[in-house]
């Protein structure tokens, strides 16, 4: 009779990076240990192992070793998919002097080096403008690209960007030259990006999105997030709208906070909008004391935006708290009445409500939002998460509809 025996090596590949998966790897201990089991586990022990890196570096210390490194050993680059280049002393406020240097050269090096990267993390890194620029190579992939208080001048930073092909950019820059208007890109490149996320605490608003204007091609944009409520720092109330009626012709999700009720006509003239995401600071449940100021929120949005919106919008996401337990009852919920004005969005699909935290069960915060979508509720279209939005920019997958149209 034939030895029926099955050995490790018989089974497929696909089991063991399962297998990998659901350990708990934290400190890597257990990946370390699945590298001396057997020789059909060393590879794909290592490719879980070197899947993210991260490489810190003091004020003083230089990221030249690094794609030396890379280039030494390229099996070890062709198992990095996540890249974290960080500062080491890391600062809550951040300070460009404590922050490592990274030429752009080097950072593009470094890039070539990883064949199959998926997601890049630069924070607080100090970006520098090359001594000997490169000549113009083909643009490197990045899928998505986290760029957190890095410091340079703006030429720099988007002399940077335009080296890249960039699926997704969430980006936090800090400016040393915020006066800078003027910014024009060697060989009149453009930045290529189809999702950009603007950080929630965006430092120089004016400045960012002045230059954006100069170096960003007007159909690149199919998704923007953009959560800054800082609306006092605008020189008009107009700043953001004719931002988006430029560059905002094929944006298909839009992540806007609240503004200026005139920056909201431009909606109407943005065809390939399908994905509205709206912030509040209005509760879900309140007291009836406060129940009047907190409505006010809900009108503004339901007079100045929601008339604007496409009626082919397809879906609408509420950013909300959930507020204190108090009396199911419009007497305490900000929100009652809203659906009322969202019949003329005839297309509508979903209507998600995201609450930052929840104080019970997921099932009881649907509940309390039923009370005031009740038709959306029984069309099967009401859902509710719990998602912080800074978070939801460090998630591609949400994006990952937009990857077809791109």
Known sequence: MADARITMS??????????????????????????????????????H???????????????????????AYPTIAGYVRILNLEARLFSITPQSSLMPSMPTDLLCRILRAIPHLHRIRLRQLRIESSHHQAATEERIEVEHMEYEACSSEV???????????????????????AQCSEVVLPDGLKLDVHSLCLESVTFQPVTLLNALRQVLSPTSLKSLRYG???????????????FLRDFGRNIV?????????????????????????YHFSAPL??????????????????????????????????????????????????????????????????????FASIPGELSSAIAAAAICFPKSHSKGILQASVRAWNSECREWDLYGYLRDEC
């Open 10 to 47: 018989d089974l497929p590949t696909e089991l063991f990076h399962r297998i990998l998966d659901s350990l708990d790897c934290d400190g890597q201990d257990s990946l370390l240990a699945c590298t001396l089991v057997c020789r059909d586990w060393l590879e794909i022990s290592r490719a």
């Open 49 to 71: 192992l070197f899947s993210e890196l991260h490489v810190l570096r003091g004020k003083c210390q230089s990221f030249e070793d690094f794609p030396a490194f890379l280039e």
């Open 155 to 177: 030429v720099t930073t988007f002399d940077l960007l335009s080296r890249l092909h960039i699926d997704h950019l969430d980006f936090g820059p800090l400016f040393e030259d």
């Open 228 to 242: 800054c409520s800082a609306v006092e720092q605008f020189p008009t109330p107009f700043f953001v709208s004719n």
């Open 253 to 277: 999700d839009l992540n806007l906070a609240p503004n200026f009720p005139e920056s909201y006509e431009v909606l109407a003239e943005l065809p390939a909008l399908r994905v509205l995401r």
């Open 285 to 354: 449940l309140t007291s009836a004391t406060q129940l009047d100021k907190e409505r006010a929120q809900t009108e503004m949005f339901r007079d100045s935006c929601i008339p604007h919106l496409p009626p082919d919008l397809e879906q609408l996401a509420l950013y909300i708290t959930y507020g204190e337990e108090h009396p199911r009852t419009p007497e305490c919920m900000p929100f009652w009445g809203l659906e009322a004005s969202l019949a003329r969005l005839r297309g509508l699909q979903k209507l998600t409500i995201y």
